[in-house]
Structure formats: C-alpha cells, structure tokens
C-alpha cells in the first residue's frame, strides 16, 4: 500500500507557542488530504479536509485561525497550530486520498503533541 | 448527519476466545462505505477492510470475519481464536463519497486478550 509519513512523531512545546506537523504522501499524489485529531481514549474526529491549492475546509466548530492548515503541493500538507495550548495537547492524524483508477486514502502514523 | 455508534466500550477475552464488536451505522445515502480500523497502543491505524454499501456478502479473512447486514444497518467484527496480539482499539467508520471520503468513526472498542 501507499505511505503516509508525518513529521514529526511526537512534539513537546511551551504554551503559547506555535507547533508545525507535516504530512507527506511518499509515492503518490494526494489531491486532498484529511486532518484528525483524537483526545486520550477517545474517537478520531476529523478537524478539516485540505485540497491541493486551495483554502481547507473546516469542521464545525474548529477553529480556522488557530489550526491552520497549508495543502500546498500534491504529496505535503501542514497543520500549525498557533499559540498552542495544553487543551490542544493530542494525537493529530493526517490521512491522505487518492483518486482514479485505485480511489484510496491511507493513514500517517500520527503526530502526539504535548503542550505544556 | 451519519453516525457510528460502537456500544462496546471495552472487552476482556481470554486467548483462544472468540469475539464480536459491534458496529450500528445511521445514513440517509444509499451509497457509503464502512470501514474497520485497528489502533494498536502505538498509535497508528491499521486498514482493516472496506465494504461498499452495494456489497452484503460476508467476508473473511484469517481469523476475521465481517457481517455486513443493511436490514439491521450492522457491520460487525468477528475475531476467531483471539490472541494476545489482538488486543488493541477497534474503530468502525462510515464515509459517504467513495473510498476516499472523510470518514465518521465510532467511539472504539478496546479490545483486551490475556493469557
């Protein structure tokens, strides 16, 4: 199957800082690109849906200034969150899809942000 | 709006025991797709199969097996034989527009096997 990677794995930060998580799609192009984002014990709920070059869509009740996300190539998207807070602290995972004659998404590994 | 309800939180087998997790879905689309996952305690998900809406045929694979029934709008998960390496968190999920759709996950089941 197609690899997803993120970077990085895990990430400790400082509150009020801002932290960058990369997803890659290693060999091959992912027109979008999903963000999840999954509390301790708890379900993966999606945060947003990122399109190559254009503006993210978000989920309702996410919030776009602070999670912003960059889907600016066919195999890289970014999420920032920005003037991080220990309520941000979770497990963010990224999922890739790709569309044609095999229509597919696949997961990357995931990213655990601590804020402390 | 979909939903994925999994009303077991968490389950306790002893090896060798077989297990069923429970996965009810709600959607208003005829067209969708349901989703199993494993989350081991590292994390990342694994794919564990894929059923079109248009699909009711069982499936199995090893020592997992899927019960697809739209009557009952119920996609459950049936480990045979469970082992210790089984134990993780299981996730069902719905998406809507295709395989590669946004998906709406279910709450998990943990899974927990022993010796």
Known sequence: GAVVSQHPS?????????VKIECRSLDFQATTMFWYRQFPKQSLMLMATSNEGSKATYEQGVEKDKFLINHASLTL???????????????????????????????????????? | AQKVTQA?????????EDVTLDCVYETRDTTYYLFWYKQPPSGELVFLIRRNSFDEQNEISGRYSWNFQKSTSSFNFTITASQVVDSAVYFCALG????ASKLTFGTGTRLQVTL
Do not use: M, N
């Not at chain 1, 895990?10 to 801002?18: E, H, L, M, N």
């Not at chain 1, 602290?89 to 995931?110: D, K, L, N, V």
């Not at chain 2, 077991?8 to 060798?16: G, L, N």
């Not at chain 2, 809507?96 to 395989?99: A, C, M, N, P, V």
């Open chain 2, 8 to 16: 077991q939180t968490e389950i306790s087998v002893v090896e060798k």
């Open chain 2, 96 to 99: 809507l527009s295709g395989t």
């Open chain 1, 10 to 18: 895990w990430v400790i930060c400082k509150s009020g800082t801002s």
């Open chain 1, 77 to 116: 998207s970014t999420l920032t969150v920005t003037s991080a807070h220990p309520e941000d602290s979770s497990f963010y995972i990224c999922s890739a899809a790709t569309y044609g004659t095999r229509t597919e998404q696949f997961f990357g590994p995931g990213t655990r942000l601590t804020v402390l």
